[in-house]
């Protein structure tokens, strides 16, 4: 069998596994390594210290598989059936990817059976999956493999799907059919940076993960700055409001697939996590905590974290029926940072009186 064939066999054999997206890049300098060495130089990556301990070879993949030449890369929609937003203050947003399972799971899941088939044509062959944590610039080789284009609001865009996907690569050290980059773009819409409410989005294509609601209620173990807290709203566990105003999620006649429910039925919304009251959040204990998200995304967060944005919610709320909740978990609340966001939240509600 010649290369484009084997090439072909593993592309359908993806999209049979449920991966949405497919497409094949060979291994080279990513294009944007320079861009993200001076994004991690201007410090927009936060508290996220192993983004920069990691750059060397998230720029050179050989140091991750010596010998590499290929990537696999493939997409998997994550788009829920029925949307998480809601605009009752005193309810719980969470980000569209973390409502179900971790995808993390899933996604290495199918990667594994679909090395495992590539291992049937090469069975000597050396692969290398990644799903998000591995040291791999992937939106770049997402793009050079076709997935997608890169949006004003950094994510990529597929222009028949449109964001909300899930990438996973493998490496290997065979040669494949490459597809080609990917064209598209934004043309003069900037919707995604007029609707960012931290202003997180401080030029086209560039990120201050520091003023993300994401990375706030994701990824930062400390206290979120206090001038962030009222444009957070009600999202306590990401963000997706950049990519919900981006016209690439509207379907459209001749692109009915934007946002189109997944057809992963464990990335279903779990009952917690479709427009929750904020003050039965607050009341989860620690195991109540992990029961209601495990395999979860939203374990990242911790227990914690979680109740520092449930309580940074629940002051942009200014529900004054929150107040005698508050007091009661800040009768118990031994973690000062938590307490401070607590008592953050009861003075808002207060106030409201
Ligand atoms: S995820 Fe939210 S906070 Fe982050 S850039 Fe997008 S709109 Fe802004
Ligand atoms: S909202 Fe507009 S500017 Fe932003 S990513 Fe989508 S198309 Fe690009």
Same mark, same amino acid.
């Given at each position: 069998?010649?290369?484009?064939?084997?090439?072909?066999?593993?592309? &359908?054999?993806?999209?049979?596994?449920?991966?949405?997206? $497919?497409?094949?890049? %060979? /291994? !080279?300098?990513?294009?944007? =390594?320079?861009?993200?060495?001076?994004?991690?130089?201007?410090?927009?990556?936060?508290?996220?210290?192993?983004?920069?301990?990691?750059?060397?070879?998230?720029?050179?993949?050989?140091?991750v598989l010596p010998g590499a030449k290929s990537a696999v890369v493939v997409g998997l929609n994550y788009a829920p059936a029925v949307s998480p937003v809601t605009d009752d203050p005193t309810?719980?947003?969470?980000?569209?990817?973390?409502?179900?399972?971790?995808?993390?799971?899933?996604?290495?899941?199918?990667?594994?059976?679909?090395?495992?088939?590539?291992?049937? &044509?090469?069975?000597?062959?050396?692969?290398?999956?990644? $799903?998000?944590?591995? %040291? /791999? !610039?992937?939106?770049?080789? =997402?793009?050079?493999?076709?997935?997608?284009?890169?949006?004003?609001?950094?994510?990529?865009?597929?222009?028949?799907?449109?964001?909300?996907?899930?990438?996973?690569?493998?490496?290997?050290?065979?040669?494949?059919?490459?597809?080609?980059?990917?064209?598209?773009?934004?043309?003069?819409?900037?919707?995604?940076?007029?609707?960012?409410?931290?202003?997180?989005?401080?030029?086209?294509?560039?990120?201050?993960?520091?003023?993300?609601?994401?990375?706030?209620?994701?990824?930062?173990?400390?206290?979120?700055?206090?001038?962030?807290?009222?444009?957070?709203?009600?999202?306590?566990?990401?963000?997706?409001?950049?990519?919900? /105003?981006?016209?690439?999620n509207q379907p459209r006649p001749h692109a009915p697939l934007r946002s189109a429910p997944t057809r992963e039925p464990r990335f279903a919304p779990r009952e917690v996590t479709l427009a929750?009251?904020?003050?039965?959040?607050?009341?989860?204990?620690?195991?109540?905590?992990?029961?209601?998200?495990?395999?979860?995304?939203?374990?990242?967060?911790?227990?914690?974290?979680?109740?520092?944005?449930?309580?940074?919610?629940?002051?942009?709320?200014?529900?004054?029926?929150?107040?005698?909740?508050?007091?009661?978990?800040?009768?118990?609340?031994?973690?000062?940072?938590?307490?401070?966001?607590?008592?953050?939240?009861?003075?808002?509600?207060?106030?409201?009186?």
């Amino acid at each position: 069998m010649n290369v484009s064939t084997i090439t072909e066999e593993i592309r &359908q054999r993806a999209l049979s596994l449920g991966f949405d997206l $497919v497409g094949f890049a %060979p /291994v !080279l300098t990513p294009a944007h =390594a320079l861009f993200f060495r001076k994004w991690l130089e201007q410090g927009f990556q936060g508290e996220m210290s192993y983004l920069a301990r990691s750059a060397d070879a998230r720029c050179d993949l050989q140091q991750v598989l010596p010998g590499a030449k290929s990537a696999v890369v493939v997409g998997l929609n994550y788009a829920p059936a029925v949307s998480p937003v809601t605009d009752d203050p005193t309810r719980g947003v969470f980000a569209r990817y973390a409502l179900g399972d971790d995808y993390h799971e899933v996604m290495q899941q199918k990667l594994e059976q679909l090395v495992a088939f590539i291992r049937q &044509q090469y069975p000597d062959c050396r692969a290398k999956i990644y $799903v998000d944590a591995g %040291p /791999v !610039l992937e939106r770049d080789l =997402a793009w050079r493999a076709g997935i997608g284009w890169f949006g004003k609001n950094t994510m990529l865009i597929n222009t028949r799907l449109g964001s909300y996907f899930f990438l996973g690569e493998i490496l290997l050290d065979i040669e494949l059919d490459y597809d080609h980059p990917t064209f598209g773009g934004c043309g003069k819409c900037n919707r995604c940076i007029e609707a960012c409410p931290t202003g997180a989005i401080v030029a086209p294509y560039v990120l201050d993960a520091r003023r993300c609601i994401s990375y706030l209620t994701i990824e930062l173990r400390s206290a979120i700055p206090e001038e962030l807290r009222p444009p957070m709203g009600n999202r306590i566990f990401g963000c997706d409001i950049c990519q919900e /105003v981006c016209p690439f999620n509207q379907p459209r006649p001749h692109a009915p697939l934007r946002s189109a429910p997944t057809r992963e039925p464990r990335f279903a919304p779990r009952e917690v996590t479709l427009a929750p009251r904020l003050v039965d959040l607050l009341r989860l204990g620690e195991q109540d905590f992990r029961e209601q998200f495990r395999r979860s995304p939203v374990k990242r967060a911790k227990w914690r974290g979680f109740r520092r944005n449930v309580a940074v919610a629940l002051g942009n709320s200014r529900d004054q029926n929150a107040v005698p909740v508050l007091q009661e978990q800040l009768e118990h609340e031994e973690d000062p940072m938590v307490r401070e966001h607590l008592q953050w939240a009861l003075e808002r509600c207060r106030q409201a009186g």
